[in-house]
């Protein structure tokens, strides 16, 4: 009975999860006959409330390699700590190979202010408010693995009480502060 109840809230998860398709890069292999073509895809999936996850799968087929790269995505979900669940505590940068990225918080009503594999991980993670700029790199796997490194690093203000042994609102006060 309780592993079923499991399975059910696991299927519920799974079914909000939104998918983003970010790059899909063809391959050919020369043969003797000819060419042969392979497909790799790179996808991003979120529940759009702080989850995310990303993937890579390779086949013959695209739709056979989109459903391979969502599979590793749905399996590596990560949770990202967001302020009043629309944007970023505080500016964040990361940094994966050559790929360098900047978020940056906004105040509500800006929008997503960030191109290519950036804009598909804020829409997929929730974030509604971010000003984000990608330096270095435009290989999109990099810029994704680097935009998700900066996510993680990201410290929240309940974090941050636990680890000095503070409240949370001393350490708010302190920061609108500066």
Known sequence: ??????????????????????????????????????????????????????????????????????????????????????TLHHDVKGKNGSGKVFLRAAPAGTGIIAGGAIRSVCEVLGIQDVVAKSLGSANPHNVLKACVNGLKSQNSPKILSAIRGKKISEIIVKREAK
């Open 1 to 86: 009975m309780i592993e079923n109840n499991k399975k059910t809230e696991n299927l519920r998860e799974k079914s909000d999860i939104k998918e983003k398709l970010v790059a899909i890069n063809r391959i050919t292999k020369v043969v003797k006959g000819g060419r042969r073509f392979g497909f790799a895809a790179l996808v991003v999936v979120g529940n759009q409330k702080g989850s995310i996850g990303i993937g890579q799968g390779k086949s013959k087929q695209v739709p056979d390699a989109i459903k391979k790269a969502t599979e590793v995505a749905k399996r590596n979900l990560i949770k990202i700590p967001l302020k009043e669940g629309r």
